[in-house]
């Protein structure tokens, strides 16, 4: 299989300039002026547009038990709707909910959904939601099976969060075995307290969601994850930062020598709570934990993006339908699944809010939505590059396209887009999964099954 990108202008994190790419054997294997390709070869002519290395998403959920009901997407829409939006490889959570189950049965099963199915590349964080003498051995043979990061909750109290003295076990475990630990902060006893204290007042509606879970109460959870994590030296990654308060938390730790990096998310960067406030309860499309900031929240985001203070922009993809799923919360927005579906949007979104009106470069979006990932979680140069001996994995981009965003052209399976009638300006034309034409002016061309497993060697010693 051999692939010739011409003429392309190349834009990595911290590089631009206009060459050939050819790639053999799922690699690149030369880069330079000229190239020439044999006979059989796929040429794909990228003049005028932008060739940037594929797209890492860190942070999603495919399958998940959450709420009382399931996600519904599957590997073939996930993967599909992945490519076609210029994201090659996918980072999973295993949400595994605290129980006698042994976490080897997590981790098989998050993975037979996968294996085999999913056409783009993919990879797990290891769920921790318990944590003692029986278990740990299980999560280090995990560990072993190429899986370098951990996923742990601060909130979610009888589900998924952890006690402090799991945490502290967390904590020395991910230093010893070199693992990152990715982490849901919030305070979930305040949370808890703060639910019952709304719904005794009458007050159910998705708008008061907000008020059950307010800034305070993530950058508590930002504060007390880096307390833990600077008494072992552990590497840790507050996923889905929204807010000042936890920002500004989180930045004070780095500070101070905490082995801390922080991920948003698009929907934080384009939303705000105001659409929480929709009447005819259509606030409950926007429902996510944590939830979205008020609109001033965005340009503190997008300048700490510009600096890169903040190290990635990740979806929390969490597809739920509005019919029959978020409208099982209509008398309790606790009873909202959790999730604002985006991993179909997140890189045309981020170029055409962030790129496109000049709030970042091209080397920071490239940074941000592809090679921190690639970096943080044990598969650079392998990935997030485009450089010799990396995966051919590549997006040829079209800034000149302008477009709609729809629920009735989306591939990704739910019944609403949040950002329905949007338009866009830039898509992907191109996109190759080590070596392979993947999708192609917005149609999936790829094949279903072709997704590897990226096993990852632990790095955060």
């Given at each position: 299989?051999?692939?010739?990108?011409?003429?392309?202008?190349?834009?990595?994190?911290?590089?631009?300039?206009?060459?050939?790419?050819?790639?053999?054997?799922?690699?690149?294997?030369?880069?330079?002026?000229?190239?020439?390709?044999?006979?059989?070869?796929?040429?794909?002519?990228?003049?005028?547009?932008?060739?940037?290395?594929?797209f890492i998403d860190p942070h999603v959920h495919v399958y998940l038990p959450?709420?009382?009901?399931?996600?519904?997407?599957?590997?073939?829409?996930?993967?599909?709707?992945?490519?076609v939006g210029g994201t090659t490889t996918l980072i999973e959570m295993i949400?595994?909910?605290?129980?006698?189950?042994?976490?080897?049965?997590?981790?098989?099963?998050?993975?037979?959904?996968?294996?085999?199915?999913?056409?783009?590349?993919?990879?797990?964080?290891?769920?921790?939601?318990?944590?003692?003498?029986?278990?740990?051995?299980?999560?280090?043979?995990?560990?072993?099976?190429?899986?370098?990061?951990?996923?742990?909750?601060?909130?979610?109290?009888?589900?998924?969060?952890?006690?402090?003295?799991?945490?502290?076990?967390?904590?020395?475990?991910?230093?010893?075995?070199?693992?990152?630990?990715?982490?849901?902060?919030?305070?979930?006893?305040?949370?808890?307290?703060?639910?019952?204290?709304?719904?005794?007042?009458?007050?159910?509606?998705?708008?008061?969601?907000?008020?059950?879970?307010?800034?305070?109460?993530?950058?508590?959870?930002?504060?007390?994850?880096?307390?833990?994590?600077?008494?072992?030296?552990?590497?840790?990654?507050?996923?889905?930062?929204?807010?000042?308060?936890?920002?500004?938390?989180?930045?004070?730790?780095?500070?101070?020598?905490?082995?801390?990096?922080?991920?948003?998310?698009?929907?934080?960067?384009?939303?705000?709570?105001?659409?929480?406030?929709?009447?005819?309860?259509?606030?409950?499309?926007?429902?996510?934990?944590?939830?979205?900031?008020?609109?001033?929240?965005?340009?503190?985001?997008?300048?700490?993006?510009?600096?890169?203070?903040?190290?990635?922009?990740?979806?929390?993809?969490?597809?739920?339908?509005?019919?029959?799923?978020?409208?099982?919360?209509?008398?309790?927005?606790?009873?909202?699944?959790?999730?604002?579906?985006?991993?179909?949007?997140?890189?045309?979104?981020?170029?055409?809010?962030?790129?496109?009106?000049?709030?970042?470069?091209?080397?920071?979006?490239?940074?941000?939505?592809?090679t921190q990932a690639a970096k943080l979680f044990g598969m650079f140069p392998?990935?997030?590059?485009?450089?010799?001996?990396?995966?051919?994995?590549?997006?040829?981009?079209?800034?000149?396209?302008?477009?709609?965003?729809?629920?009735?052209?989306?591939?990704?399976?739910?019944?609403?887009?949040?950002?329905?009638?949007?338009?866009?300006?830039?898509?992907?034309?191109?996109?190759?999964?080590?070596?392979?034409?993947?999708?192609?002016?917005?149609?999936?061309?790829?094949?279903?099954?072709?997704?590897?497993?990226?096993?990852?060697?632990?790095?955060?010693?």
């Amino acid at each position: 299989m051999s692939l010739l990108i011409k003429q392309g202008n190349i834009v990595t994190a911290s590089e631009n300039y206009t060459a050939d790419i050819y790639c053999e054997d799922e690699q690149i294997t030369r880069i330079g002026k000229n190239l020439d390709a044999p006979p059989h070869a796929t040429v794909i002519d990228a003049t005028g547009k932008y060739v940037f290395p594929g797209f890492i998403d860190p942070h999603v959920h495919v399958y998940l038990p959450f709420m009382g009901t399931y996600a519904k997407d599957t590997y073939e829409t996930a993967s599909r709707a992945a490519l076609v939006g210029g994201t090659t490889t996918l980072i999973e959570m295993i949400c595994q909910a605290t129980s006698e189950q042994p976490w080897r049965d997590g981790f098989e099963l998050w993975k037979g959904k996968a294996d085999g199915k999913s056409a783009c590349d993919y990879t797990f964080h290891q769920g921790v939601t318990r944590l003692d003498q029986e278990t740990a051995p299980q999560i280090e043979e995990i560990v072993k099976q190429g899986v370098a990061s951990f996923k742990i909750f601060l909130a979610y109290k009888g589900a998924f969060n952890i006690s402090d003295e799991e945490l502290y076990q967390t904590m020395a475990l991910a230093k010893r075995l070199g693992v990152i630990v990715t982490a849901h902060c919030e305070n979930a006893e305040l949370v808890f307290e703060m639910q019952k204290k709304l719904l005794g007042e009458g007050k159910t509606g998705p708008e008061w969601h907000y008020w059950s879970r307010p800034p305070r109460t993530q950058a508590e959870g930002v504060h007390h994850l880096a307390t833990f994590a600077e008494a072992h030296g552990t590497h840790v990654y507050v996923v889905h930062t929204s807010c000042r308060e936890a920002f500004e938390t989180g930045m004070a730790a780095a500070a101070r020598g905490v082995n801390l990096k922080m991920e948003t998310l698009i929907q934080y960067l384009v939303l705000d709570d105001s659409y929480t406030q929709l009447p005819n309860f259509e606030g409950a499309k926007f429902i996510m934990s944590p939830p979205l900031p008020t609109k001033e929240n965005q340009d503190v985001f997008w300048n700490a993006l510009r600096n890169r203070w903040v190290a990635t922009v990740a979806t929390d993809h969490a597809p739920f339908d509005f019919q029959g799923q978020k409208e099982m919360g209509r008398d309790d927005f606790t009873k909202i699944p959790n999730g604002i579906p985006s991993l179909e949007d997140r890189v045309n979104l981020l170029y055409t809010h962030g790129v496109a009106t000049g709030r970042i470069d091209l080397n920071t979006f490239v940074d941000a939505a592809s090679t921190q990932a690639a970096k943080l979680f044990g598969m650079f140069p392998r990935k997030g590059a485009i450089a010799l001996g990396s995966d051919a994995d590549l997006v040829v981009y079209d800034p000149n396209y302008r477009g709609v965003i729809s629920a009735k052209t989306q591939l990704i399976n739910v019944d609403y887009s949040a950002f329905e009638g949007w338009e866009i300006k830039g898509r992907p034309s191109a996109v190759t999964v080590r070596g392979e034409l993947a999708a192609q002016d917005g149609k999936f061309v790829g094949t279903i099954g072709r997704g590897q497993f990226i096993k990852r060697e632990p790095t955060h010693f």
